[in-house]
Structures are given as C-alpha cells and as structure tokens.
Nanobody, 125 residues
Framework: QVQLVESGGGSVQAGGSLRLSCAASGYIYSAYCMAWFRQAPGKEREGVAIADNTGWTTSKDSVKGRFTISKDNAKNTLYLQMNSLKPEDTGTYYC???????????????????WGQGTQVTVSS
C-alpha cells in the first residue's frame, strides 16, 4: 500500500515562497505519474503540476515561471517549489500518484489512485 504525506504548507505574504514536500512510502512503480493538485475554498480541485519518472514535467499556465515540480527518486519524494506566491494560490495542496497510461500522464483526478491528506497554503495580500 502506498502512502503519501505532504508537508511544508504555511502562511506567507504575497511575493513569498514555500516548498512543499510529498514523501511516498510503499512501492511506487517506475511508470508512475506524480502530481500536485490544489483546492481553493469554494472551488473544485485542480491540477497544478505533474512529473513522471523520465524527468518530464508540466504545470498549469497560471503557475508557470513561479512553481517548479521536482522529484528525488532516491528519496521517493516529490517537491513543489512555489515562488512569487499570490493570494489566488491559497488552498489545500494535495500530492497524488497514479500509473502512467502508455507512458503518458494526465491531469484527470481519476488517473491518480493514491492521495495525500493535503497541506494548507495561505497567501495574504
């Protein structure tokens, strides 16, 4: 059984930075996609960034140039470096993992079968 545990959330002022971590325990297949999702109050959960095991990454347009997703495969840990934070980045951030499909990763939540408990990020103006 895979467990994902996020950490690193907190409260910052606009323009500040945070680094989220997601430690994975249990066996993660090499063909797994790992992603960060977030859910703002009163809104649906949305994908923020995805990484696969080849080094490929992608991110949501609104965070490009500000957020960077990375993985340390030796430590089974996923990171999200968030710079130039904005109030609209406020929300609960979730780590997720799921198998790739024919080598591809997707934004759809249904493609991810393991989820962390979430970590809160609050950005004040």
């Amino acid at each position: 059984q895979v467990q994902l545990v996020e950490s690193g959330g907190g409260s910052v002022q606009a323009g500040g930075s945070l680094r989220l971590s997601c430690a994975a325990s249990g066996y993660i297949y090499s063909a797994y996609c790992m992603a960060w999702f977030r859910q703002a109050p009163g809104k649906e959960r949305e994908g923020v960034a995805i990484a696969d095991n080849t080094g490929w990454t992608t991110s949501k347009d609104s965070v490009k140039g500000r957020f960077t997703i990375s993985k340390d495969n030796a430590k089974n840990t996923l990171y999200l470096q968030m710079n130039s934070l904005k109030p609209e980045d406020t929300g609960t951030y979730y780590c997720a993992a799921g198998p790739s499909v024919r080598g591809y990763c997707f934004w759809a939540e249904g493609k991810y079968n393991y989820w962390g408990q979430g970590t809160q990020v609050t950005v004040s103006s």
